[in-house]
T-cell receptor
Framework: SQKIEQNSEALNIQEGKTATLTCNYT??????LQWYRQDPGRGPVFLLL?????KEKRKERLKVTFDTTLKQSLFHITASQPADSATYLC????????????FGQGTELSVKP | DGGITQSPKYLFRKEGQNVTLSCEQN?????MYWYRQDPGQGLRLIYY???????QKGDIAEGYSVSREKKESFPLTVTSAQKNPTAFYLC????????????FGDGTRLSIL
């Protein structure tokens, strides 16, 4: 069956450190991958998109990598802050599916001061 | 400001009752989506629409119905046939072609009385 897996356990890190979240997938050939942030009781907010032919994308303190051989994307937050505490979702876009996305279950990140 | 508005924020349903969740967007997006989110699970696609007067079933459409009579509006009806309707429901919209981010509302939490 088609699966997308993110770290199921919450990630707890100290302020100032780099947080690294993982998204693994099987049985897909994604055209692109997106990362979202979700706060409790709110809808997800788009952060970054990376295409299959791109190895890395950066935006301010955020970095995403995409390894189609390993079938994995890594999401990094450098110099993390308590305000970065949230759940982070990865989502795959498939060829010829228009804008339809397939979401992972999300990883909860907690940054302690 | 452009965005997506979901209402109500909280909704209660009695056994055997149909309820309708509202979703309105003023982003001029062609595509709209309904997702269901359960604790510890990712977003699962219920229905999506890429153009007015057309919509497709997602992965968990049973017990739900939608309409798309206007570009701005995509209401979701949770019917009495949906036996486990308690969940957080999220509506999203996007530009119809692929690799575009989805913009989410802040959800409706549905509970059974």
């Amino acid at each position: 069956s088609q699966k997308i897996e993110q770290n199921s356990e919450a990630l707890n890190i100290q302020e100032g450190k780099t947080a690294t979240l993982t998204c693994n997938y099987t049985n897909y050939s994604p055209a692109y991958l997106q990362w979202y942030r979700q706060d409790p009781g709110r809808g997800p907010v788009f952060l970054l998109l990376i295409r299959e032919n791109e190895k890395e994308k950066r935006k301010e303190r955020l970095k995403v990598t995409f390894d189609t051989t390993l079938k994995q994307s890594l999401f990094h937050i450098t110099a993390s802050q308590p305000a970065d505490s949230a759940t982070y979702l990865c989502a795959l876009g498939i060829y010829n599916q228009g804008g339809k996305l397939i979401f992972g279950q999300g990883t909860e990140l907690s940054v302690k001061p | 400001d452009g965005g997506i508005t979901q209402s109500p924020k909280y909704l209660f349903r009695k056994e055997g009752q149909n309820v309708t969740l509202s979703c309105e967007q003023n982003l001029n997006h062609d595509a709209m989506y309904w997702y269901r989110q359960d604790p510890g699970q990712g977003l699962r696609l219920i229905y999506y629409s890429q153009i007015v007067n057309d919509f497709q079933k997602g992965d968990i459409a049973e017990g739900y119905s939608v309409s798309r009579e206007k570009k701005e509006s995509f209401p979701l009806t949770v019917t009495s046939a949906q036996k486990n309707p308690t969940a957080f429901y999220l509506c999203a919209s996007s530009i119809s072609r692929g690799n575009q981010p989805q913009h989410f509302g802040d959800g409706t939490r549905l509970s059974i009385l």
